[in-house]
């Protein structure tokens, strides 16, 4: 019996039932498709059997491989149990923490932290993932994710971290050349730069006792709310967008807030800013020093002066 079998090569295995695809589990390893396919044939020769059916385009499991899928499922999973009973015994935490963040988000407050954190944590490693796109924690092999929105109910673990705060904002430039929009029906006079993302234009919602929905438009739509700030920076329009994202142009006088008096948002349910993990029956003890961190940090954002977000 070969018991040269690597945890790798186990978990390529598991990867390559669940994806189907050498390619797919290969773009998520950070490997190449040549590596994935060489890997699965050397296992398949030190268990000495074939556990998987190469298709023109597709992969499939041979009944052996079914059977060894099963047992390897259990394999990984003691071995994951182990290490987090080690990592919660230990003094410090320990470990890789893989992160999933929006992209503007964790550039903007994620990043500043994360020297603090390790230097804080010295045995801990983080792997951050930044994406917009909706993600299968579990699959993906995701310990922390960091979204922000209308909570959902959901399998997952939630802690809020803060509440997503919303104001309108224009350029002096613009505000000087079109003036300054007092009423939401004055709206309908403005330039609008709207975030048109895959479920179509972002409705904006505008109210003094209750919010309500407005039809806006404008000459610039795009599904990156980094250029509609560049825009609305230079000159072009209102854009609606939450403090955490335009705060650094509003401290430094960039961007103006308009119709402060008014609620703003883009939806009318209340969005906050939240971390999800797996529900498990203990998390590990490097997962939750990262929240505890984040929590904290959220709480005492950076800018003193203007805070980012209404701390829950």
Not at 172 to 200: D, I, S
Request: neutral net charge; proline residues 3%.
């Amino acid at each position: 019996m070969n018991y040269d079998v690597s945890l790798l090569e186990i978990k390529l295995f598991l990867l390559t039932t669940q994806l189907g695809s050498f390619s797919e589990v290969a773009r998520r390893q950070d490997m190449t498709p040549s590596s994935v396919s060489r890997k699965m044939s050397q296992l398949e020769e030190k268990v000495g059997t074939k556990l998987l059916h190469r298709h023109t385009r597709s992969l499939s499991l041979t009944d052996e491989g079914a059977a060894f899928s099963k047992h390897c499922a259990e394999i990984i999973e003691q071995y994951e149990l182990v290490v987090e009973r080690i990592e919660q015994r230990a003094d410090t935490p320990r470990g890789t923490v893989k992160i999933s963040a929006p992209v503007a988000f964790g550039r903007q407050h994620i990043a500043p932290y994360l020297s603090e954190l390790l230097e804080q944590y010295p045995l801990l490693k983080i792997e951050i993932q930044q994406t917009d796109a909706i993600i299968d924690p579990a699959a993906d092999g995701i310990d922390l994710m960091i979204r922000i929105g209308v909570p959902q109910d959901s399998s997952l673990r939630m802690k809020r971290l803060g509440k997503q705060r919303y104001v309108m904002a224009a350029s002096a430039g613009y505000l000087k050349a079109y003036g300054v929009p007092a009423t939401a029906e004055e709206l309908k006079q403005h330039n609008c730069l709207v975030f048109k993302g895959t479920n179509g234009l972002q409705r904006w919602f505008i109210g003094k006792e209750q919010l309500e929905s407005f039809e806006v438009s404008g000459s610039l739509y795009s599904n990156n709310a980094e250029t509609l700030v560049s825009a609305a920076v230079g000159g072009s329009g209102l854009v609606v967008f939450p403090t955490w994202l335009i705060g650094d142009e509003l401290k430094t006088g960039k961007l103006v807030v308009v119709m402060s008096d008014y609620q703003v948002s883009t939806s009318y349910e209340q969005q906050v800013i939240s971390a999800l993990y797996l529900d498990t029956d203990k998390l590990a003890a490097k997962v939750r020093v990262v929240i505890d961190f984040l929590a904290e940090k959220f709480a005492h954002p950076r800018n003193k002066e203007l805070c980012y977000w209404d701390i829950v």
